[in-house]
Structure formats: C-alpha cells, structure tokens
C-alpha cells in the first residue's frame, strides 16, 4: 500500500510546526501545506513591535529576511504551497479544492488526501462602525505592518481601538516612536480580562505616564471624514479626530472552508483532547483555532490565542493524526500544556503561565502595582486553584519555577 | 551537535531555558549562557528550545 497522504491546510506557524511533527512522529508519506499568504511562514510577534518600529523594514522582503521561520532539513520534501487558497473540502471522499490567489497565473485543481490538519488560523475581527475606509488599519499579516508604517512615517494622531495585547503593544510602539495616542476600549481597563481589574488599571496609569490616552468605557460607532478617516465618534458623543485608526478588537477563527463537513466550527475547531477533530476519522486541528479541552484547568474545549499553541498543539496533533490514518486510536497520556505568552510594552515585560483569564479573584504576590518596572507578580485563582501566573519585569531566571508550578497531571503522577 | 544562539536577537526571554535547562541557563545578570557543544541525547530538549525562542534565535546544526 501506498503511504498516507496528508494534507496541511494553513501555512503559518502551526502549518510549519504541523509537517516538522508529522515527520518527528514516523510519517514518510507525503505532505503537501497550502497557505494563502504569498510567504513562507514567519514570525508575527515583532509586527507589532520591533518591525512596526524598524526604520530599515520597509519592504516586505527586507521585513521577512529576519522574521521567515528557518525548516528543518527533515521538512525539506514538504510540498509548501504558497499564494494557494483552500476554498473547500469533502471530508468523506478524501479531496480538497484549492485556487491560487494573489499575482502569479490563476490556478484551480483538486487534490486527493488521506489525512488532513486544519491550520488556517486567525484573522483579524473589523469594526462594523459605518464611514470612510481608508485610514483603517489591522495588524495580523506583514502587509498590514508595512501598510501601517507606511501611514505614520510624519508625526499622526492614532486611535488604538481595543485595549488587548496587540493594541496595547501598537499603542506603546507608536507612541515610543512619536505619536500621539488614544486607546478606546469599551470593556474596562487594558487587558483586564486576562489581568484582572486592579493590575488592569496599574498598567493603565503606568501607560498614560508616558503620554498615550486610554478611553475606557464608549465604543466606536462611526467614522468621518470625506476620503479618508478624519474623526472617529464614540457612543457617548465624544469625536476623537484622528488620521490613523488601528482596530485591534480580536481575531475570527478561518473556518469557513469548512463548511458543511459536519465538524463543529461554532468558534474555531471543536476538537478532543488528543487534538482530533470532533465529527471526523483522520482529521486534527492545529494552532489557535483548536478547541481543544486542557486537564490541566477543566473539561471546557477552549482555544488558545498565545504564540506558544501552534507549537504545543501540533506536537500532539501529529502523532494523533499518524495514528488516526493508520486506523489506530492514539494511545497517549493526557495533553496538557501550559499556556504561556509574553508581551513587550514600553518598559514592561508581560510574562505570564496558565490561563490567568479563568480566575476568580487575583492576589498581588510580590511588588507593587504603582511601580511595574521594579517588578510584580500576580496569582489568578479560581474557585481557590491557582490557574494563571503573570509577572511583570521580573528577572527571567524566575520563569522556570514560575512555569513549574504548573504540574501536568502525567508529571503529577510520575 | 553544535548550537549557536545569535545573542544580537536573543531578548532574554528565557523560554530555552524551560524547554532545555541541562543546556540553556539565565544566569543572575539575566543573561543567556548556553553549551555549544551539548551531547546527543540532548537533540529532543534543544529543538524544543529552538522551536519556543520567541525571536527564534537558536540556530542547530548537525
């Protein structure tokens, strides 16, 4: 018998890591990797930073020389496709239907696979607020840094809508950079919902220290301006006039090629704990539009946003995946990684383990949240079980034991 | 196994020193230090390390 085929749908970080794993797990077969973005797969993390920042990155070839993910030799047979859409797929049958898409010869064929990894990842939610587009900016993809840059290369008034990481990291880079700065954020005080209120409000202050404005509290209904965006109006009258807006409101998991297959996609990819998904025989999902439920917190499938993911999950999805193909159930212990991410605003460094965005009740464990450069550490518990740790500035030879205090159940009982 | 960490890029992050302590350490100034030369059955830890560097600085060659 010929060996499996297996098909990676997404060619960023998760499609990359997805094929490196399917080789680490044993399987020989081919695979093929569409991506729809033109690039091999890079770096996202410094587009809100250090790219957007970099005088020198002005072209995407220049921006991508340092953020294109190096392959390892074992991926040197993976067929990557890039510029090359997935419009559809018949999970029964075993066939996808991919087009290319941006400047190359339009293409369309069918192609034949045996097992397929689902990595299409996110994209960026967009205001539904009525008025001019252009001047409107998002940050997901190299292009969207560059068409950003491109927008404040003079001194520009810069509206952040959302106050999550990414709008605050865009927030602190323009502002470092010049700018002048408003945040709006309807829900409460920065990043509050992972935080929690009062380290929320700390960063806040800290922030407006150094000059951006926070507007917490109204939304953004609409904009104007006669070509371009000129002011933004939020619900409670005011007008904030503006030449950039950047809207950083959340991310909308691509699944619509998925439609009609049977696979839950009600928010990403409903998967079980060894990552296959929920509804299909040799399907998996990789990345942050897996669902996938975490003993270390609960039985609750949730996905994951946090760099680290597509590199967790897909460790797992390939064996799972090698397995489901060959007809055997995986036979592994539990998958249960610990969330981790990190964020760089101005002068502090978010570091946090587990999933601080569960918790109940927050507890100031060292520091003080009036001085974030000397360093603070914050324990999330819910329901009395430490579920998330977030240290601000403090030294990175503490990661390690702060890490650790998240025990997997496997580690617990070996 | 040789490994090259390009300390222009490393941001101290420490996430190597997670993934491989026996070859990654942040020592008490938070800096990097690191074994070039680390024995073989250290390949599995070592590329964990290089596939969770946020700046993805860790370079391993054969």
Known sequence: ?414 | MKVTVDMALCQDHGQCAIAAPDVFAINDDGKLEYEPHPDDSERFAVEEAADVCPVQAIMIED
């Open chain 1, 1 to 414: 018998m010929d060996h499996p085929r297996i098909a990676v749908v997404g060619g960023s970080l998760a499609g990359l890591r997805a094929a490196e794993q399917l080789r680490a797990s044993g399987h020989v077969g081919p695979v093929t990797v569409y991506g729809a973005e033109a690039h091999a797969p890079y770096n996202r993390p410094p587009l809100s930073k250090d790219v957007l920042a970099d005088p020198a990155a002005l072209d995407a070839e220049t921006a991508l020389s340092r953020l294109t993910f190096r392959r390892r030799s074992s991926v040197g047979d993976v067929d990557f496709r890039f510029s090359t859409e997935v419009l559809g797929v018949d999970l029964g049958a075993g066939r996808l239907d991919w087009r290319s898409v941006g400047g190359g010869d339009p293409a369309e064929g069918s192609d034949d696979f045996d097992g397929l990894v689902v990595a299409t990842g996110l994209r960026p939610r967009r205001l539904s607020a009525p008025g001019p587009e252009r001047g409107r900016y998002v940050l997901r993809t190299v292009e969207d840094c560059l068409d950003l840059r491109a927008a404040v290369t003079a001194p520009r008034r810069v509206v952040v809508v959302g106050a999550g990481f990414i709008g605050c990291e865009a927030a602190c880079t323009l502002d470092a950079l010049g700018h002048d700065v408003t945040v709006v954020e309807p829900t409460g005080a920065p990043m509050n919902r992972v935080l929690g209120e009062q380290l929320a409000l700390a960063v806040q202050r800290h922030h407006e220290r150094r000059g951006i404005r926070f507007v917490i509290g109204p939304g953004v209904t609409a904009f104007e301006g006669s070509d371009r965006v000129s002011e933004a109006v939020l619900d409670d009258g005011q007008r904030l006039p503006v030449d950039v807006v950047i809207e950083a409101v959340g991310s909308i998991p691509n699944t619509e090629w998925l439609a009609g297959t049977g696979l839950d996609v009600v928010d990403g990819v409903l998967t079980d704990n060894d990552l296959a998904a929920v509804g299909a025989d040799r399907v998996v999902a990789v990345g942050d539009l897996a669902r996938f439920p975490n003993p270390l917190f609960d039985d609750v499938p949730r996905r994951v946003e946090h760099w680290s993911i597509p590199t967790d999950t897909a460790k797992r999805a390939a064996p799972t995946l090698v397995a489901l193909v060959e007809g055997r159930r995986p036979e592994l212990p539990p998958f249960a990684p610990v969330p981790s991410f990190w964020s760089d605003q101005a002068d502090l460094r978010f570091q946090s383990f587990g999933s601080p965005g569960l918790a109940d009740e927050v507890v100031v464990a060292e520091g003080d949240p009036d001085d974030l450069t000397a360093g603070v550490l914050t324990l999330h518990h819910r329901a009395g079980q430490h579920v998330g740790t977030v240290a601000l500035n403090l030294p990175p030879a503490r990661q390690r034991e702060l890490r650790d205090a998240f025990v997997t159940p496997t580690e617990a009982r070996n």
